[in-house]
T-cell receptor, first 116, second 114 residues
Framework: AQSVAQPEDQVNVAEGNPLTVKCTYSVSGNPYLFWYVQYPNRGLQFLLKYITGDNLVKGSYGFEAEFNKSQTSFHLKKPSALVSDSALYFCAVRLLGSSNTGKLIFGQGTTLQVKP | DTAVSQTPKYLVTQMGNDKSIKCEQNLGHDTMYWYKQDSKKFLKIMFSYNNKELIINETVPNRFSPKSPDKAHLNLHINSLELGDSAVYFC?????????????FGPGTRLTVT
């Protein structure tokens, strides 16, 4: 079955330290990978995506993610965490269906807690 | 200006009632979606419309019926509400149906069925 997994329910990091939120995927064919962030009582906001090309993708708010085909991973990273980065992060994979239409399949989410 | 808006933001109703949630996007996008987020924050696609045409119809009870009067609006009607329907429902839109497009989400509608 095609899926995406976020192995950590919660990640804790001190402000100023680097952060990593992990994501692994299982799809047939080329993956189309996304990261979204959800702040409390808000909708999801798009952070970045990997479609093709450079394995290191840069996105909003200083976040980046590295696509690793051999490890089937797409980990989200930031060199220096801010308290305001504290939120729920979702990794997602877009499945290629008929007529180039695809469902977005989400991981279970990882809560990032950045402490001052 | 709000890009994707939903009304109402909160909806509390009793079992057996029928209710609707409305969604509007002013981004000029062709494709719109409905998602359900359960109490464990798990997100699942329900429906998708492209230019008023239904293109994704997940396995949801037929008590749920989406309607798209035009490509800027996608409403969700729910008949005979059940306790298990309590969730946050998110509307989203994207420029088109292609898999490379990111989606823009509304603020959500928190539905509580008592």
């Amino acid at each position: 079955a095609q899926s995406v997994a976020q192995p950590e329910d919660q990640v804790n990091v001190a402000e100023g330290n680097p952060l990593t939120v992990k994501c692994t995927y299982s799809v047939s064919g080329n993956p189309y990978l996304f990261w979204y962030v959800q702040y409390p009582n808000r909708g999801l906001q798009f952070l970045l995506k990997y479609i093709t090309g450079d394995n290191l993708v840069k996105g909003s708010y200083g976040f980046e993610a590295e696509f690793n085909k051999s490890q089937t991973s797409f980990h989200l990273k930031k060199p220096s965490a801010l308290v305001s980065d504290s939120a729920l992060y979702f990794c997602a994979v877009r499945l290629l269906g008929s007529s180039n239409t695809g469902k977005l399949i989400f991981g279970q989410g990882t809560t990032l807690q950045v402490k001052p | 200006d709000t890009a994707v808006s939903q009304t109402p933001k909160y909806l509390v109703t009793q079992m057996g009632n029928d209710k609707s949630i409305k969604c509007e996007q002013n981004l000029g996008h062709d494709t719109m979606y409905w998602y359900k987020q359960d109490s464990k924050k798990f997100l699942k696609i329900m429906f998708s419309y492209n230019n008023k045409e239904l293109i994704i119809n997940e396995t949801v009870p037929n008590r749920f019926s989406p309607k798209s009067p035009d490509k800027a609006h996608l409403n969700l009607h729910i008949n005979s509400l059940e306790l298990g329907d309590s969730a946050v429902y998110f509307c989203a839109s994207s420029p088109g149906r292609e898999v490379s497009y990111e989606q823009y989400f509304g603020p959500g509608t928190r539905l509580t069925v008592t």
